[in-house]
Antibody, heavy 126, light 110 residues
Framework: EMQLVESGGGLVQPGGSLRLSCAAS????????MTWVRQAPGKGLEWVGN????????HYVDSVKGRFTISRDDAKNSLFLEMNSLRAEDTAVYYC???????????????????WGQGTTVTVSS | QSVLTQPPSASGTPGQRVTISCSGS????????VNWYQQLPGTAPKLLIY???QRPSGVPDRFSGSKSGTSASLAISGLQSEDEADYYC???????????FGGGTKLTVL
């Protein structure tokens, strides 16, 4: 069974840091792009960023650029989200998810996020 | 404000057919495929439709997707109480190199 399990959430003060982890099992983790998505209380889904197979290519939503860093350890089937300079507006449930995409240019396809973790809650408050 | 526009709410009675719309522009829906996610209360999202109208394994054929121009729709036929959930459309954004989501539609089964 394909599974993603997040951990590392908690309460942190504004300006603080937190590192989220996502453990993958049941599929070849190293062969997929991976994504972080967050959901603020009572709000919709927001893509945070993603990382390619191998970890050399990363992309982020503007609101977290320079503060959040995505990384992966394929040997340990793990995805990470390092969050620094946290703000109240970063309060959310954070989900990791597997991206299904491929090709390039005209032949690029994106089939969405087909495996999701259960989420871990991050609260930024003094 | 989301790049993709969805109605905040929709409703229907058991057995009915309901549709949820998702409106975008030429730079997103108009040139990319659309995915739909279902989020049951208190749970993680689940991929419901990909590539405009394809269902992942295990998704009932009561759920169907379509796209025309800069708009997409999710249709649910034979509505059931367990379909009560939030539904999100999403599509790829080249400038982000990631997906953008609609604001979500809360479906209530009356």
């Amino acid at each position: 069974e394909m599974q993603l399990v997040e951990s590392g959430g908690g309460l942190v003060q504004p300006g603080g840091s937190l590192r989220l982890s996502c453990a993958a099992s049941g599929f070849r983790f190293s062969e997929y792009w991976m994504t972080w998505v967050r959901q603020a209380p009572g709000k919709g889904l927001e893509w945070v960023g993603n990382i390619n197979e191998g970890g050399r290519e990363k992309h982020y939503v503007d609101s977290v650029k320079g503060r959040f860093t995505i990384s992966r350890d394929d040997a340990k089937n793990s995805l990470f989200l390092e969050m620094n300079s946290l703000r109240a507006e970063d309060t959310a449930v954070y989900y990791c998810a597997r991206d299904v995409s491929g090709g390039s240019g005209t032949y690029f396809y994106y089939y969405g996020m087909d495996v999701w973790g259960q989420g871990t809650t991050v609260t930024v408050s003094s | 404000q989301s790049v993709l526009t969805q109605p905040p709410s929709a409703s229907g009675t058991p057995g009915q057919r309901v549709t949820i719309s998702c409106s975008g522009s030429n730079s997103n829906i108009g040139s990319k495929t659309v995915n739909w996610y279902q989020q049951l209360p208190g749970t993680a999202p689940k991929l419901l439709i990909y590539s405009n109208n394809q269902r992942p394994s295990g998704v009932p054929d009561r759920f169907s997707g379509s796209k025309s121009g800069t708009s997409a729709s999710l249709a649910i036929s034979g509505l059931q109480s367990e379909d009560e959930a939030d539904y999100y459309c999403a599509t790829w954004d080249d400038s982000l190199h990631g997906p953008v989501f609609g604001g979500g539609t809360k479906l209530t089964v009356l």
